[in-house]
T-cell receptor, first 108, second 112 residues
Framework: KNEVEQSPQNLTAQEGEFITINCSYSVGISALHWLQQHPGGGIVSLFM???GKKKHGRLIATINIQEKHSSLHITASHPRDSAVYIC??????????FGKGTKLTVNP | ETGVTQSPTHLIKTRGQQVTLRCSSQ?????VSWYQQALGQGPQFIFQYYREEENGRGNFPPRFSGLQFPNYSSELNVNALELDDSALYLCASSLKAGIEAFFGQGTRLTVV
């Protein structure tokens, strides 16, 4: 069993829909990262959070430390949001343990 | 644009050969981590360098080795390449271990 599990693996939405991607982790963490990876491979860091909630534009990330669960929400989704979204747990050793990613496709 | 540059972007090598991948970290960042991402999988931690010293290593054999230079740029070397080494190799730099990391675009290595 992976230390970091994401769901769903694949997600298809219509433009404008509200999207939620979930991440559960089994390790103790100092922080949880949400990352975006486009088809070319490059990764962009979206959020790094250790408690509560963070918002950036149409993106919202929440984390529940007690339940070891985090969610990434996208409001008013757009085709340019289509990408792979990856959560990564940062433990005491500071290395990142990644989930397998959620492939999001937003259709116009 | 994260300021982290990897070279080359694509590379094809033959089984048994050796390869060197390079990463220029964002200015001032003294910590570099390397990750291997196989197709359809999440990245896997290879190792981390902090101020030119290895600062943690994942479950990779010794033929994966690294180096960090005084300017904090870094190299990943893989000897005796195997077909399963075909993957996207990502480096990430941060000001210090434990804070937000910035990723490069990756080097896609194909071993034939």
């Amino acid at each position: 069993k992976n230390e970091v599990e994401q769901s769903p693996q694949n997600l298809t939405a219509q433009e404008g829909e509200f999207i939620t991607i979930n991440c559960s982790y089994s390790v103790g963490i100092s922080a949880l990262h949400w990352l975006q990876q486009h088809p070319g491979g490059g990764i962009v860091s979206l959020f790094m959070l250790s408690s509560g909630k963070k918002k950036h534009g149409r993106l919202i990330a929440t984390i529940n430390i007690q339940e070891k669960h985090s969610s990434l929400h996208i409001t008013a989704s757009h085709p340019r949001d289509s990408a792979v979204y990856i959560c990564a747990a940062q433990g005491g050793s500071e290395k990142l343990v990644f989930g397998k990613g959620t492939k999001l496709t937003v259709n116009p | 644009e994260t300021g982290v540059t990897q070279s080359p972007t694509h590379l094809i090598k033959t089984r048994g050969q050796q390869v060197t991948l390079r990463c220029s970290s964002q200015s001032g960042h003294n910590t570099v981590s390397w990750y291997q991402q196989a197709l359809g999988q999440g990245p896997q931690f290879i190792f981390q360098y902090y101020r030119e010293e290895e600062n943690g290593r994942g479950n990779f054999p010794p033929r994966f080795s690294g180096l960090q230079f005084p300017n904090y740029s870094s190299e990943l070397n893989v000897n005796a390449l195997e077909l399963d080494d075909s993957a996207l190799y990502l480096c990430a730099s941060s000001l210090k271990a434990g804070i937000e990391a910035f990723f490069g675009q990756g080097t896609r290595l194909t071993v034939v």
